[in-house]
């Protein structure tokens, strides 16, 4: 197990729904991730939060809303999506060193979305 | 932002040393080159890492040349298990998180 945890592992949602996503590690980390997997493309980066603080944001559209409580949790809150959101989201962490240089992230099994 | 590149599929067979290349070209100074293998149903799991020359691990080695525009990713005597999709990220913490994966190499492993 890699010791990050994703819920629901399947989703199926309309276009009118609200929805969130779940993620929580048990490695002790101080980074996550969330990521867009669609079939045949590169992963995706959506947002990095460190150290609690989000540090990244890749022209992600609004209707994906991250929040992290707290360096266990993270949640990917979902509003009016489209159907080319449908994808697999996964989760990861990583220790964000002191020399800022190097990292190890570690996913979860991801949630698979389909929007109707 | 480095662009990463790499074969589509491979095939090979057990028992065999099985070489992936990925091709960065545009890879900045304080960028890492790290490998993942995602199964089916699974999110990507961390194979090896490294800055240049060579690095070995238990389950992979790590070629990367002087100008760091390509790295190889070397499995030695594949199994069945190893058949899965092999990732390419280049980019590190330093890069603010500017993490560029590449599209993946299907690799089969033949009996």
């Known amino acids: 197990e890699t010791g990050v945890t994703q819920t629901p592992r399947h989703l199926v949602m309309g276009m009118t729904n609200k929805k969130s996503l779940k993620c929580e590690q048990h490695l002790g980390h101080n980074a996550m991730y969330w990521y867009k997997q669609s079939a045949k493309k590169p992963l995706e980066l959506m947002f990095v939060?460190?150290?609690?603080?989000?540090?990244e944001n890749n022209s992600v559209p609004s209707r994906f809303s991250p929040e992290c409580p707290n360096s266990s949790h993270l949640f990917l809150h979902l509003h009016t999506l489209q159907p080319e959101d449908s994808a697999l989201y996964l989760c990861?962490?990583?220790?964000?060193?002191?020399?800022?240089?190097?990292?190890?992230?570690?996913f979860g099994p991801g949630t698979r979305l389909t929007v109707t | 932002l480095a662009k990463t590149t790499q074969p589509i599929s491979m095939d090979s067979y057990e028992g065999q040393e099985v070489n992936i290349t990925c091709s960065h070209n545009n890879i900045a100074t304080n960028d890492y080159i790290t490998w993942y293998q995602q199964f089916p149903s699974q999110g990507p799991r961390f194979i090896i890492q490294g800055y240049k020359t060579k690095v070995t691990n238990e389950v992979a080695s790590l070629f990367i040349p002087a100008d760091r525009k390509s790295s190889t990713l070397s499995l030695p005597r594949v199994s069945l298990s190893d058949t899965a999709v092999y990732y390419c990220l280049v980019g590190g913490m330093d890069s603010n998180y500017q993490l560029i994966w590449g599209a993946g190499t299907k690799l089969i492993i033949k009996p």
């Open positions: 990861a962490s990583s220790q964000d060193g002191g020399d800022r240089s190097s990292y190890e992230q570690y």
């Open positions: 939060y460190s150290l609690e603080e989000r540090v």
